[in-house]
């Protein structure tokens, strides 16, 4: 992942570990490195989330992903995080309804999908969402909100479309239609580095089956509303049965990490994505 990804979480990474590093339970009390587990737990499909009151925004969306598909363009914007690309901050215009303007609902904390760097947007939808409002002739508008709060804010018509990376799934489609497909995703397991529990596993069965046998007293962190979150707690719209480990739920990915490397949770599930860009901004701080 890009060295700017860990440049861009640095200051926030920065208070969570000078906090302290108190535990409420024994593993991970003496960590200083995270690492990830390489072994995709889940397989899922993000889309975006486009209110349901505009068929019309749909169908261009579907037309707009179809096309940076086929030019490259989404290629170039995911070399950007993924490669050597240099990302390009988007800026968000004022809400003002008298003007033509998309709002876009997000939540600035899943690097690389969306973040901040400075006032500015960065992340692979964000340069998306500033493509695709050129592309209608629109101004954009960046409403930045909590995770589990984007597709309700759709829903409820304050926004036009949900740009968050965001799984597709039965409960959210209660809130939104999902447009196509742009992008694979999977959950990862992030450990203290010192960890040896899932050293040699190899594939998400294997994992899966080590992690149903926790018990309550080990703590697993997730960013709230997330499919992390559902793959802990369970979630019969997604297929997961769920864990016996107590799930402890955070505003972002990196505060999760921040506290498990504090001592105070043993693991981390997060999409794949985030947890390499949340674990090497957190290495390379120490």
């Known amino acids: 992942m890009k060295k700017l990804l860990a440049a861009a979480l640095s200051a926030v990474l920065a ?36 209110d349901k009151t505009q ?14 598909k086929e030019d490259g363009t989404l290629d170039e914007i995911f070399d950007k995080y993924f490669g050597d690309g240099e990302p390009t901050a988007v800026e968000s215009a004022t809400l003002d309804e008298s003007k033509d303007q ?4 997000t939540n600035a904390a899943f690097e690389p999908f969306e973040y901040m760097q400075g006032n500015s947007y960065v992340g692979i939808d964000m340069e998306i969402a500033a493509l695709l409002a050129e592309e ?8 930045n909100m909590d995770f589990d709060a984007v597709c309700l804010s759709v829903g409820q018509q304050k926004c036009d479309i949900a740009m968050a990376g965001l799984t597709v799934s039965e409960e959210r489609k209660e809130y939104v239609t999902f447009s196509d497909t742009y992008y694979q995703a999977s ?24 992690l149903a046998e926790l018990d309550s007293s080990v ?30 739920t955070y505003k972002s990915g990196s505060l999760a990490v921040q506290d498990m490397l504090n001592g105070n949770i043993d693991y981390v599930i997060i999409d794949a994505a985030p947890a390499a860009a949340i674990t090497e901004a957190i290495n390379a701080m120490q």
């Open 15 to 50: 208070v969570g570990l000078l906090a302290g590093c108190g535990s409420n339970g024994d593993a991970g009390s003496s960590a200083k490195t995270a690492q990830v587990i390489d072994v995709d737990l889940t397989d899922e499909e993000y889309a975006f989330g486009v």
């Open 55 to 68: 068929p019309g925004l749909l169908e261009q969306v579907n037309a707009f992903i179809s096309k940076i």
């Open 102 to 105: 998309l709002v876009v609902a």
């Open 136 to 143: 209608l002739g629109k101004e954009l508008v960046i409403q």
């Open 187 to 210: 959950q990862r397991l992030i450990v203290p580095s010192g960890d040896t529990v899932f050293a040699d596993m190899t594939d998400a069965e294997e994992i899966a089956a080590a």
């Open 219 to 248: 703590k697993i962190g997730v960013q709230q509303g997330t499919t992390g979150n559902s793959y802990v707690e369970g979630s019969e719209d997604l297929g997961f049965p769920g864990l016996e480990a107590t799930c402890q």
